[in-house]
């Protein structure tokens, strides 16, 4: 008589192995999945939530934070997202465009490589059309002096021009992008000239200390 092959049939307690292997691998995958969306949504949102919202790199007390809504006459209510920082974003005026226009009310601040920290304020959004912006609610200050310099030429209240970065008055008083203007504009050093008085500062030297600055940290907020 011919002999016949045949696979053994598994055992019961084989194959409750092989299903509670598989079963792990597939919870593995499931938190590694969950861990990897979590941290795209935290890069997406470019939010660590600190106060009021934002990452807390510049401002990082309460007190900051009062003195920030005196200056934009706000409520203290109020949160900000974080639209823009070289922290996340490539160093060019195109991404700050592409990331802060038609975004209304925006923050930027600034902190130098001595410490100093100031910034502006809009109300209205930033374009990309080469024309000023006439906001009579735009303001700069600064941290150091604690003061909100007035502006005095509202036509002039900052510039919507792609080749720029956030570019607060005529005459450039407080203005971002690098020596020549064509390749980026967060070059690390940063020329502060004066010509028409869009604003009350009666020098950069006072919010900056220097004509000439090292930026250390940058970063632009949309108001809520």
Not at 96 to 116: A, M, P, Q, W, Y
Not at 138 to 152: R, W
Not at 193 to 200: I, L, P, Q, R, S
């Given at each position: 008589?011919?002999?016949?092959?045949?696979?053994?049939?598994?055992?019961?307690?084989?194959?409750?192995?092989?299903?509670?292997?598989?079963?792990?691998?597939?919870?593995?995958?499931?938190?590694?999945?969950?861990?990897?969306?979590?941290?795209?949504?935290?890069?997406?949102?470019?939010?660590?939530?600190?106060?009021?919202?934002?990452?807390?790199?510049?401002?990082?007390?309460?007190?900051?934070?009062?003195?920030?809504?005196?200056?934009?006459?706000?409520?203290?209510?109020?949160?900000?997202?974080?639209l823009?920082?070289?922290?996340?974003?490539?160093?060019?005026?195109?991404?700050?465009?592409?990331?802060?226009?038609?975004?209304?009310?925006?923050?930027?601040?600034?902190?130098?490589?001595?410490?100093?920290?100031?910034?502006?304020?809009?109300?209205?959004?930033?374009?990309?059309?080469?024309?000023?912006?006439?906001?009579?609610?735009?303001c700069?200050?600064?941290?150091?002096?604690?003061?909100?310099?007035?502006?005095?030429?509202?036509?002039?209240?900052?510039?919507?021009?792609?080749?720029?970065?956030?570019?607060?008055?005529?005459?450039?008083?407080?203005?971002?992008?690098?020596?020549?203007?064509s390749t980026?504009?967060?070059?690390?050093?940063?020329?502060?000239?004066f010509?028409?008085?869009?604003?009350?500062?009666p020098?950069i030297?006072?919010?900056?200390?220097?004509?000439?600055?090292?930026?250390?940290?940058?970063?632009?907020?949309?108001?809520?």
């Amino acid at each position: 008589m011919e002999k016949v092959n045949s696979t053994p049939t598994p055992k019961p307690q084989e194959e409750s192995d092989k299903i509670t292997n598989l079963e792990n691998k597939i919870n593995n995958l499931t938190e590694r999945i969950i861990f990897l969306e979590n941290k795209l949504e935290k890069l997406e949102s470019k939010k660590e939530v600190n106060l009021h919202g934002t990452t807390g790199k510049i401002l990082k007390t309460e007190e900051e934070f009062k003195e920030l809504f005196s200056f934009i006459s706000g409520n203290n209510e109020r949160q900000f997202r974080l639209l823009y920082s070289p922290t996340f974003d490539t160093n060019t005026k195109e991404d700050f465009h592409k990331n802060c226009d038609n975004k209304g009310s925006t923050i930027v601040l600034v902190e130098t490589s001595n410490g100093r920290r100031f910034g502006g304020f809009t109300s209205l959004s930033w374009k990309s059309n080469d024309q000023w912006v006439n906001d009579p609610c735009a303001c700069i200050f600064s941290f150091d002096t604690h003061k909100k310099y007035k502006l005095l030429l509202p036509q002039y209240s900052y510039y919507g021009g792609p080749g720029y970065g956030p570019h607060f008055g005529a005459g450039d008083q407080l203005g971002f992008y690098n020596n020549g203007g064509s390749t980026g504009f967060l070059d690390t050093i940063h020329n502060a000239n004066f010509g028409t008085k869009t604003y009350d500062i009666p020098s950069i030297e006072e919010i900056t200390l220097t004509n000439t600055y090292v930026m250390n940290n940058f970063e632009v907020y949309q108001v809520i």
